[in-house]
């Protein structure tokens, strides 16, 4: 009998392990814990244990896939998910062959088990907000197929264990923050058919090899700071059809020509925003581009004259828009005989010459503004949707518009058109861009302007345009901005919409013409109102309470007219600009306004007073008692004035350094090839006779500015800091003839600082002409050279004896790492003798910690530059 008890026992014991939850099963719920917010209940609602599948794969929960009794698939893509996960429990997924969550907003890191997803094939996690480094171990996925990592915030350098993705076919890492060098086992992923490093901070140079993977179709490495030639060997031999290198720093591979050949494979090429320079093609190129379909080079250093593109036989898009490209617009573009171009961008060249007609028959896109191309507009415009020829030198009238066809965008702004608008409706029935601004236009405004139904936006400001406002204008059902400032209309604003009707107007500018009477009442029923500007003019009485009906107004400026009465109350809570100074308003500011500064009401409004305050602007710094600008000529004198005590006192300063120099021994003039000298104090303790600049270690000043009092040093402190320096170190001071600088004794300041910290942050360099390591830029000796409203300079003294200049950013200047890498990377492309060098920068692991290195410019003296001669006093 116990011996029975005891089997049945056993039974019950085995049936009840049957039924625990398998591995892939606690695997899942451990991955459910991390979801905070689940918008639509997909996974929460579905993965519970009411639900699950005791046969090992819970074939019933959402996004999830089974192969037999294990879990091959989770698929949670496009969900809203909030979630903070750890994703190691996927290891546990013995089968699991697909991972895919992407667009949501999930946190986490790869983990450094990943290695152990052994059957894992496709992973997709882009679009979140996961972050840290690459874990060597990625690279043990060798039946990983289809990879994307992109839009996350991943940072570090690759892995050169990537090299294990044998089986690797689609890597996508772009819009993350990698950054150093491209490990060379890149190029040696023989099967990659589409590699994404886009928009990341990638260094150094391309790797050579990728033109061997002959598998490869899409080559994208946009948006880094890669250095170096271009591979001519990758353009010749490589099977890739999209090649896009743009946003780097790359240069031609020789001065003569751009490309050595380029493959027949290749359909679209994107080599813009790089410093590419010479000619675009010489005499034996002509095929070069002859199989390109996309072909964008804008935004480089090219130069020379255009070809006509007539072998390019399927080329359809053309950008080279910001280069130094001159002579003539060739005609083979224009009329497309045997082109299939239909998107051209020349602007921002040296083009000139006239542009007398445009026949092609597929050109949609055309875009040759900011040239210097003169004569008359284009008798026709072929298939042109788009035109823009804004700011060039083109002249006559409009009349030859008639003839143009069907345009949708049309800019010819800022040229030196003259006469009216034409009163021509057919042509322009698809028109919904209009830009006729900073040209001389006269006449009144065209009827017909309101007969365009897609116009969306008219700006004839900048012109000579007279007459009145029209109704119709205002009450165009499908105008969302109207530009008429700078202009001659005058009369009154004249404004009485249908109660049915709907206004899609969303920015009206009449300022700085000659209307007048009152403010439109019914303005309020411009819902969607963002920006109302009606500045000087001569409008007359009070504003009507219903502008508090205007809820959508974001900008708002009556200044400069003669409206009186109290402001309204409870103005839009959304307005970000406010201006009604220059007025007759009275009364008190309402509450929600009073956060403006006091030149939004101020000059002028005598009687317009703050809560709380007295009436007028006499309490106020700089406040006028007119209600109109003060008088242009007397604005002249002053400034004249001002020009002339100038000269003067230069003058004298001259004169005086004159005297000085001629009553000097001759044993105290050196020549101007004398060196820099410093003198040691050892002491720690400032001299009274002797006269030096501030110098301190980089060190130092990242203490320092750890405390927000050391932002910035007033005069008393200065005076009050002349007892010594920081005990911590051997501070010395140091004068440079060279450097037009001397310090009194009673003037000499020091950094309040406390114990010193090392740059630990990482710092990047732009080009080769300097190298250092952070620690040697911590311990470089750093003067003091001023402050300004982005932060305070220093001449930092390297290891080498060679000066930089080193400006230390005020916290909340910066912008976001990557947006401030790609900025620095595009200031130090200018090259210009008046602009300094951009050398490098750091990026420290606090808000306050962002430093830009340039070159040292020595400041120089007057004696020195008239006479030759370096002084000592």
């Given at each position: 009998?116990?011996?029975?008890?005891?089997l049945?026992?056993?039974?019950?014991?085995?049936s009840?392990?049957?039924?625990?939850?398998?591995?892939?099963?606690?695997?899942?719920?451990?991955?459910?814990?991390?979801?905070?917010?689940?918008p639509?209940?997909?996974?929460?609602?579905?993965?519970?244990?009411e639900?699950?599948?005791?046969?090992?794969?819970?074939?019933?929960w959402?996004?999830?896939?089974?192969?037999?009794?294990?879990?091959?698939?989770?698929?949670?893509?496009?969900?809203?998910l909030?979630?903070?996960?750890?994703?190691?429990?996927?290891?546990?997924?013995?089968?699991?062959?697909?991972?895919?969550?992407?667009?949501?907003?999930?946190?986490?890191?790869?983990?450094d088990?990943?290695?152990?997803?052994?059957?894992?094939?496709?992973m997709?996690?882009?679009n979140?907000?996961?972050?840290?480094?690459?874990?060597?171990?990625?690279?043990?996925?060798g039946?990983?197929?289809?990879?994307s990592?992109?839009?996350?915030?991943?940072?570090?350098?690759?892995?050169?264990?990537?090299?294990?993705?044998?089986?690797?076919?689609?890597?996508?890492?772009?819009?993350?923050?990698?950054s150093?060098?491209?490990?060379?086992?890149?190029?040696?992923?023989?099967?990659?058919?589409?590699?994404?490093?886009?928009?990341?901070?990638?260094?150094?140079?391309?790797?050579?090899?990728?033109?061997?993977?002959?598998?490869?179709?899409?080559?994208?490495?946009?948006?880094?700071?890669?250095?170096?030639?271009?591979?001519?060997?990758?353009?010749?031999?490589t099977?890739?059809?999209?090649v896009?290198?743009?946003?780097?720093?790359?240069?031609?591979?020789?001065?003569?020509?751009?490309?050595?050949?380029?493959?027949?494979?290749?359909?679209?090429?994107?080599?813009?925003h790089?410093?590419?320079?010479?000619?675009?093609?010489?005499?034996?190129?002509?095929?070069?581009?002859?199989?390109?379909?996309?072909?964008?080079?804008?935004?480089?250093?090219?130069?020379?004259?255009?070809?006509?593109?007539?072998?390019?036989?399927?080329?359809?898009v053309?950008?080279?828009?910001?280069?130094?490209?001159?002579g003539?617009?060739?005609?083979?573009?224009?009329?497309?005989?045997?082109?299939?171009?239909?998107?051209?961008?020349?602007?921002?060249?040296n083009?000139?010459?006239?542009i007398?007609?445009?026949?092609?028959?597929?050109?949609r896109?055309?875009?040759?503004?900011?040239?210097?191309?003169?004569?008359?507009?284009?008798?026709?415009?072929?298939?042109?949707a788009?035109?823009?020829?804004?700011?060039?030198?083109?002249?006559?009238?409009?009349?030859?518009?008639?003839?143009?066809?069907?345009?949708?965008?049309?800019d010819?702004?800022?040229?030196?058109?003259?006469?009216?608008?034409?009163?021509?409706?057919?042509?322009?029935?698809?028109?919904?861009?209009?830009?006729?601004?900073?040209?001389s236009?006269?006449?009144?405004?065209?009827?017909?302007?309101t007969q365009?139904?897609?116009?969306?936006?008219?700006?004839?400001?900048?012109?000579?345009?007279?007459?009145?406002?029209?109704?119709?204008?205002?009450?165009?059902?499908?105008?969302?901005?109207?530009?008429?400032?700078n202009?001659?209309?005058?009369?009154?604003?004249?404004?009485?919409?249908p109660?049915?009707?709907?206004?899609?107007?969303?920015?009206i500018?009449l300022?700085?013409?000659?209307l007048?009477?009152?403010?439109?009442?019914?303005?309020d029923?411009?819902?969607?109102?963002?920006?109302?500007?009606?500045?000087?003019n001569n409008?007359s009485?009070?504003?009507?309470?219903?502008?508090?009906?205007?809820?959508?107004?974001?900008?708002?400026?009556?200044?400069?007219?003669?409206?009186?009465?109290?402001?309204?109350?409870?103005?839009?809570?959304n307005?970000?600009?406010?201006?009604?100074?220059?007025?007759?308003?009275?009364?008190?500011?309402?509450?929600?306004?009073?956060?403006?500064?006091?030149?939004?009401?101020?000059?002028?409004?005598?009687?317009?007073?703050?809560?709380?305050?007295?009436?007028?602007?006499?309490?106020?710094?700089?406040?006028?008692?007119?209600?109109?600008?003060?008088?242009?000529?007397?604005?002249?004198?002053v400034?004249?004035?001002?020009?002339?005590?100038?000269?003067?006192?230069?003058?004298?300063?001259?004169?005086i350094?004159?005297?000085?120099?001629?009553?000097?021994?001759?044993?105290?003039?050196t020549?101007?090839?004398?060196?820099?000298?410093?003198?040691?104090?050892?002491?720690?303790?400032?001299?009274?006779?002797?006269?030096?600049?501030?110098?301190?270690?980089?060190?130092?000043?990242?203490?320092?500015?750890?405390?927000?009092?050391?932002?910035?040093?007033?005069p008393?402190?200065?005076?009050?800091?002349?007892?010594?320096f920081?005990?911590?170190?051997?501070?010395?001071?140091?004068?440079?003839?060279?450097?037009?600088?001397?310090?009194?004794?009673?003037?000499?300041?020091?950094?309040?600082?406390?114990?010193?910290?090392?740059?630990?942050?990482d710092?990047?360099?732009?080009?080769?002409?300097?190298?250092m390591?952070?620690?040697?830029?911590?311990?470089?000796?750093?003067?003091v050279?001023g402050?300004?409203?982005?932060g305070t300079?220093?001449?930092?003294?390297l290891?080498?004896?060679?000066f930089i200049?080193?400006?230390?950013?005020?916290?909340?200047?910066?912008?976001?790492?990557?947006?401030?890498?790609?900025?620095?990377?595009?200031?130090?492309?200018i090259?210009?003798?008046?602009?300094?060098?951009l050398?490098?920068y750091?990026?420290?692991?606090?808000?306050?910690?962002?430093?830009?290195?340039?070159?040292y410019i020595?400041p120089?003296?007057?004696?020195?530059?008239?006479?030759?001669?370096?002084?000592?006093f």
């Amino acid at each position: 009998m116990n011996l029975l008890r005891l089997l049945l026992l056993s039974l019950f014991f085995l049936s009840g392990m049957g039924q625990l939850p398998s591995q892939d099963i606690l695997a899942l719920l451990a991955f459910k814990k991390g979801i905070k917010h689940d918008p639509t209940g997909y996974v929460l609602e579905s993965w519970n244990e009411e639900s699950i599948d005791f046969n090992g794969c819970p074939s019933s929960w959402n996004g999830i896939v089974c192969n037999g009794e294990n879990v091959a698939g989770v698929v949670l893509d496009n969900l809203g998910l909030s979630a903070d996960v750890d994703l190691s429990v996927f290891a546990n997924l013995t089968l699991l062959v697909k991972l895919s969550m992407a667009n949501n907003s999930i946190t986490g890191k790869i983990p450094d088990n990943v290695g152990d997803f052994k059957s894992l094939q496709f992973m997709d996690v882009s679009n979140n907000l996961f972050s840290s480094s690459l874990p060597p171990g990625i690279g043990k996925l060798g039946r990983l197929r289809n990879l994307s990592l992109a839009g996350n915030n991943f940072s570090g350098s690759l892995p050169d264990s990537i090299s294990g993705f044998v089986s690797i076919q689609s890597l996508d890492l772009s819009r993350n923050s990698f950054s150093g060098p491209l490990p060379m086992s890149l190029a040696r992923l023989n099967n990659l058919v589409y590699l994404n490093l886009s928009s990341n901070e990638f260094t150094k140079r391309i790797p050579k090899g990728f033109e061997l993977i002959s598998s490869l179709q899409v080559f994208d490495l946009h948006g880094n700071m890669f250095d170096g030639h271009l591979d001519g060997l990758f353009f010749l031999e490589t099977n890739a059809s999209h090649v896009d290198i743009s946003g780097n720093m790359l240069v031609s591979s020789s001065s003569q020509r751009l490309l050595p050949g380029m493959s027949g494979s290749i359909k679209l090429l994107n080599l813009s925003h790089n410093q590419l320079s010479g000619s675009l093609l010489n005499g034996g190129d002509v095929q070069l581009f002859a199989s390109v379909k996309v072909l964008d080079l804008s935004y480089n250093r090219l130069s020379g004259e255009l070809p006509g593109f007539d072998f390019a036989y399927e080329l359809q898009v053309l950008r080279l828009s910001n280069n130094k490209f001159s002579g003539s617009v060739p005609n083979d573009l224009l009329k497309g005989d045997s082109l299939l171009l239909n998107e051209l961008d020349l602007s921002a060249n040296n083009l000139s010459g006239p542009i007398s007609m445009i026949m092609s028959t597929t050109l949609r896109v055309l875009d040759l503004s900011s040239n210097a191309l003169v004569g008359e507009l284009p008798l026709v415009t072929g298939s042109c949707a788009v035109l823009h020829l804004s700011n060039n030198r083109f002249e006559g009238n409009l009349t030859r518009m008639v003839k143009w066809g069907d345009i949708e965008y049309l800019d010819l702004s800022q040229n030196h058109l003259t006469g009216p608008i034409p009163e021509i409706a057919p042509q322009f029935l698809r028109l919904n861009y209009l830009n006729l601004s900073h040209n001389s236009l006269t006449s009144s405004l065209p009827k017909v302007i309101t007969q365009y139904p897609k116009l969306r936006v008219l700006d004839l400001s900048s012109n000579q345009l007279d007459g009145s406002m029209s109704t119709d204008l205002l009450m165009s059902p499908t105008l969302q901005e109207i530009h008429l400032e700078n202009n001659l209309l005058d009369g009154a604003i004249v404004f009485s919409p249908p109660s049915n009707s709907k206004s899609n107007l969303q920015v009206i500018d009449l300022s700085h013409n000659q209307l007048d009477g009152y403010f439109p009442d019914r303005f309020d029923s411009l819902s969607g109102l963002q920006v109302l500007n009606l500045a000087g003019n001569n409008l007359s009485g009070s504003l009507p309470s219903s502008m508090a009906d205007m809820s959508s107004l974001i900008s708002l400026d009556l200044s400069g007219n003669h409206f009186t009465g109290p402001l309204p109350n409870n103005l839009s809570e959304n307005i970000g600009s406010f201006n009604v100074s220059y007025n007759d308003l009275s009364g008190v500011v309402p509450e929600n306004l009073t956060w403006f500064p006091s030149s939004s009401f101020y000059p002028g409004n005598n009687r317009l007073r703050l809560p709380n305050g007295p009436p007028g602007p006499n309490n106020l710094p700089g406040g006028h008692s007119g209600g109109k600008p003060i008088n242009t000529i007397v604005k002249v004198v002053v400034i004249v004035a001002c020009v002339i005590a100038l000269l003067i006192l230069i003058m004298l300063a001259i004169f005086i350094l004159y005297i000085r120099t001629r009553s000097k021994p001759p044993s105290q003039v050196t020549n101007t090839g004398a060196r820099r000298h410093s003198q040691t104090n050892p002491s720690g303790t400032s001299g009274t006779g002797k006269a030096g600049a501030l110098v301190v270690s980089a060190e130092d000043l990242v203490a320092s500015k750890k405390g927000p009092s050391s932002e910035i040093i007033s005069p008393d402190e200065k005076i009050a800091a002349v007892t010594g320096f920081s005990p911590a170190k051997h501070s010395h001071l140091s004068w440079s003839p060279e450097s037009g600088d001397s310090f009194a004794a009673e003037t000499l300041a020091r950094l309040e600082v406390g114990s010193p910290d090392r740059l630990v942050g990482d710092l990047y360099f732009l080009d080769d002409t300097i190298t250092m390591t952070p620690e040697e830029l911590s311990r470089a000796p750093a003067e003091v050279l001023g402050r300004s409203s982005h932060g305070t300079s220093y001449r930092a003294t390297l290891d080498s004896g060679v000066f930089i200049t080193v400006k230390w950013l005020r916290e909340g200047v910066a912008k976001q790492r990557k947006e401030f890498a790609k900025e620095a990377k595009k200031f130090a492309n200018i090259r210009h003798p008046n602009v300094v060098g951009l050398r490098g920068y750091y990026w420290g692991p606090t808000q306050h910690e962002k430093l830009i290195l340039s070159d040292y410019i020595s400041p120089g003296s007057l004696a020195s530059f008239l006479y030759g001669k370096i002084l000592i006093f």
